[in-house]
Each structure stands twice: as C-alpha cells, then as structure tokens.
C-alpha cells in the first residue's frame, strides 16, 4: 500500500500540489536533499504528460499519484487511465535532434517529458495497457537522515 | 508560487524579465506575452530566467514557440541564466545547442551572433 496517495481531478494547476506533496513526502522518506529538484521536476513531468492525456481523450477521471516508502527507496507512480498503446522510453543523448524534439512539445507531444524524465531518474519505468498509463520512478533514501 | 512577467526594451532587444515557476499551467501566459511581442514587431527577444524557480518541458516547449516565432521573421531569442537547475534541464534536452544561453542581460543585449 502506498503510504500517501494523491488523486487529483485532470487540470494543469493541480500538478504543482502533486509537485509539492511529492517533495514533502520524499524528503520526510530520507531522500537526499540534493535530488529533491529532481523529484519535483519528473513527478510534475509525468503530472503533466498524465493531465494532458486525460483532456486530450476527455476523460474525466482522476490522476493517481501513489508515493511509496520502503526500506531502501521511495517511488512514485503517477497512473493515467487513458487506454494506450505501449511507450518505448527514449533516452536523450548528444546526438538528439533537440530543436525537432522541442518542436513535438510546441506541438503538446509528450515525447519532450519522457525524455526529460528519463534524463533525469535512473529507476524508471514506463508501462501501458488498456486500461491506462503508469510512470513509476524510484529513488534511493538514506534512512539516517530520516527527519525526527 | 506564479509567474511573473515584465517587459522593457534595450536598443533594439525587448527583454522579458521572467519570475516565478513556468509548468504546464503557467507556461500558456508566458506563450502569451512571447507571441504578443512578435505581433507587435518585436523580433529580437531576451528572455532573463534569474528570477525563475521551475521550468518544465512546456516551459520548454514554449520558449521553442517562441524561438520559431523570431525566426520566422530573422529575429533571434537569447536567454539570461545562471542557475544550474534550470541549465540542468536544457543540458538533457539537448536544447543547449538550440539557445544562445548567457551569464548577464548585459551580455545577452550585446552579443550579435
């Protein structure tokens, strides 16, 4: 079971609540500090990318975050519930057409938050089936720097 | 936090001050202001991010928007930041070699090509 769930109608100026109640859990789970921009800026990407899906397809239903605390890591899985098919995560690199890459995301494709979140999480996995989408995501934490 | 927008104009460069955070639900008024300027006739643009704590891949997206915009008209747009967050983000985008990024508005202003 997660140990904090967020289910947030599909709307863009919800992602920054997702955003912040992400950061307050992964910091109060022991990730390091120095990832934390980190873990904003990818639980917002995939917030984003699973809003957008859902206006796009006009599907109402809510946006799942899950945040999870185990022993050693914290994960974050962000669900969408529109059907698709399968995602292929693309890693960017050097040699990447960036300037035709910006222009998918002018074009409000999703290919430019993938890329950006898989740039920045090692742990990441990116899943799709009939029922809809999940982006999960994981982080290492360190549990001597628990808060009290 | 919101974003904040300001204009002025040095020479011939119209610098917009940018604050705040820029995500998918702020980044449409930035577009705004960007397509706004190039109607208006303003192709050269200097966008300043000192004053920016978020940026996402809409963000992104729309200053890509925007670059196409003053392209289209032999125009160009130049960025101000420092900050290594934000730098982080267009390093793994690639969009580095895309934007001329500079360390001052001064210099942003100054340079040519």
Known sequence: ?148 | MDLSLSTRTVGDRTVVEVGGEIDVYTAPKLREQLVELVNDGSYHLVVDMEGVDFLDSTGLGVLVGGLKRVRAHEGSLRLVCNQERILKIFRITGLTKVFPIHTSVDDAVSATD
């Open chain 1, 1 to 148: 079971m997660a140990t904090v769930e967020l289910l947030f109608s599909p709307l863009p100026n919800h992602v920054r609540t997702a955003r912040l109640v992400a950061a307050a859990v992964a910091r109060r789970a022991g990730v390091d500090e120095a990832v934390m921009d980190e873990v904003r800026l990818a639980v917002g990407e995939a917030c984003s990318r699973a809003v957008g899906l859902h206006l796009s397809n006009n599907v109402s239903a809510p946006v799942r975050v899950s945040l999870t605390e185990d022993e050693k890591k914290f994960s974050i899985e962000v669900a969408d519930e529109v059907p698709h098919r399968p995602t292929h995560l693309q890693r960017s690199d050097g040699d990447a057409d960036a300037m035709a890459l910006g222009e998918a995301v002018a074009e409000e494709d999703d290919e430019m938050g993938l890329a950006v979140i898989s740039g920045l999480v090692d742990e990441v996995e990116v899943t799709a089936d009939g029922t809809g989408g999940r982006i999960r995501m994981s982080w290492p934490t360190a549990p001597d720097a628990l808060l009290p």
